[in-house]
């Protein structure tokens, strides 16, 4: 299902009262914990993969409308049960399609080097999760895509209490090194934040229209919408030390 999403660069100082705002519209996230502070969040930790002559970054840097990214996520700190999703995210206009396959992050390494899907893939009740693990391996050996960056950072999640197909995170926090391998996708050490200031709100939803109480908060705080990407400013950010000031 094709899915809406607007994302905005907003202020640090803005973020409680925008929480104050949200709160009589949302619950929190069902994948969310409580953290110290009594925010529900979560650790998000996505390995980015791009082909030798970065042609992802290089799409979405000239704004190309219909494009794909491939990328390699997490969650939280590593345990032996720990799961990682294969996940492919296009971009279609305005909208976000995502095709996506689990495993164990432990069978992650032969995986990619033996590509036994059968083997590794976890189906469940999700029958096409086969089929969107092998339209991930089709795209990683076409393009001899490999890891490019890693991003890193927390994300406070909420659902409507209406439609629970809302979705509203702040993402925090977020971080990046360029050219990481497999196996540093649970690391922390020597990653570059990407903002100093700022936090990425981000509004999902499948109906044509934003809810009204959604579209109130954007204009009550004035908030512009942005084509961030995560990836692209991560890479230059961590590449070429380009420090974003807003």
């Not at 345990?79 to 990682?84: E, G, I, R, T």
């Not at 197909?165 to 497999?182: A, C, E, H, M, Q």
Request: proline share 3%; hydrophobic share 35%.
């Amino acid at each position: 299902m094709l899915r809406y999403e607007r994302k905005y660069l907003v202020p640090n100082e803005q973020m409680d009262a925008l929480r104050k705002r949200l709160m009589p519209f949302v619950v929190p996230d069902k994948y969310a914990h409580p953290n110290q502070h009594g925010l529900h969040q979560y650790t998000v930790r996505s390995i980015y993969l791009d082909s030798l002559d970065m042609e992802c970054y290089t799409q979405k840097d000239s704004g190309i409308k219909l494009r794909r990214k491939l990328r390699i996520r997490g969650y939280d700190t590593l345990n032996d049960k720990s799961k990682v999703i294969l996940e492919i995210k296009r971009k279609i206009g305005n909208r976000i399609k995502k095709h996506r396959s689990t495993l164990l992050y432990k069978d992650l390494e032969d995986m990619m080097k033996y590509s036994r899907l059968e083997d590794y893939i976890i189906t469940g009740s999700r029958k096409e999760a086969l089929d969107d693990a092998k339209r991930f391996f089709f795209h990683l050996k076409k393009k001899q895509y490999r890891p490019s960056n890693l991003i890193v950072y927390e994300r406070e999640a909420y659902q409507g209490k209406i439609d629970a197909g809302v979705r509203i995170t702040f993402d925090k926090n977020i971080r990046s090194k360029v050219y990481p391998k497999l196996d540093a996708l649970y690391e922390d050490k020597h990653l570059k934040r990407l903002f100093n200031n700022h936090f990425v709100l981000e509004i999902k939803y499948f109906t044509n229209e934003m809810p009204i109480w959604a579209r109130s908060l954007v204009q009550e705080f004035k908030l512009r919408n942005d084509a961030i990407s995560k990836y692209t400013i991560g890479y230059d950010v961590s590449k070429y030390n380009r420090k974003l000031t807003y």
